[in-house]
């Protein structure tokens, strides 16, 4: 049974950085392509980044230039580090696995292609 569990997230001023953790526990984690989504409220749940079993990284336009995913293999972990934080990246985050046989990430910001979930970490900018 894999499991995913989130954590880092907290209140933090505009400007400021985070580091999300996801431990992942269960199964073979060198296999597994892993994603972070984030869910404000009203919102529909969006595509923030993803990182693939061969480590290559994936980041959706909200992301891109400010996150910085990674991976340690050994500790099972993957990393979402946030710097100039926005209003805006106010939301809940969650990561999300799903294992394969291939190097790449086919379709990283489909959601529909992971199969397992954490249970989210709350993340709030102020301004």
């Known amino acids: 049974q894999v499991q995913l569990v989130e954590s880092g997230g907290r209140l933090v001023q505009a400007g400021g950085s985070l580091r999300l953790s996801c431990a992942v526990s269960?199964?073979?984690?060198?296999?597994?392509?892993v994603g972070w989504f984030r869910q404000a409220p009203g919102k529909e749940r969006e595509f923030v980044s993803a990182?693939?079993?061969?480590?290559?990284?994936y980041y959706g336009d909200s992301a891109k230039g400010r996150f910085t995913i990674s991976r340690d293999n050994d500790k099972k972990m993957v990393y979402l580090q946030m710097d100039s934080l926005k209003r805006e990246d106010t939301a809940v985050y969650f990561c999300?696995?799903?294992?394969?046989?291939?190097?790449?990430?086919?379709?990283?910001?489909?959601?529909?292609?992971?199969?397992?979930w954490g249970q989210g970490t709350q993340v709030t900018v102020s301004s």
């Open positions: 269960g199964g073979t984690f060198s296999r597994y392509n």
């Open positions: 990182i693939s079993r061969s480590a290559n990284t």
């Open positions: 999300a696995a799903v294992q394969t046989i291939l190097t790449g990430f086919v379709r990283p910001a489909s959601m529909n292609d992971y199969t397992h």
